[in-house]
């Protein structure tokens, strides 16, 4: 007698390491991240299936923000997260490049 146990499941994937500013909280904690659906083979993710939509999720306050804030116009410094004017090239709050 042969049992296969299947089946498809989610699985969260950091799309981005570096942390950016939540726009709920206003903490550099919040990151890119996506849900991914996998065919699971005895409960280990084997096959992507289905690819998600990347979301903003706060680690620290757990609000979650959709694509309209992630696709807005409104640019942030990758180093330390501040909002930053469309013309800049540096940070004027630490200085790296964009």
Do not use: W
């Not at 620290?60 to 930053?84: A, P």
């Amino acid at each position: 007698m042969f049992f296969f146990i299947g089946g498809i499941q989610p699985k969260t994937i950091n799309i981005d390491k570096k942390p950016v500013l939540c726009p709920s909280c206003g903490l550099l904690r919040a990151r890119y991240k996506r849900v991914d659906h996998y065919l699971s083979l005895f409960f280990i993710p084997v096959i992507p299936v289905k690819r998600g939509e990347p979301f903003l999720y706060c680690d620290r306050c757990g609000e979650q923000s959709g694509n309209d804030y992630i696709n807005s116009r409104d640019r942030y410094c990758k180093n330390c997260g501040r909002k930053l004017e469309s013309d800049f090239t540096y940070c004027p709050f630490c200085g790296k490049s964009i």
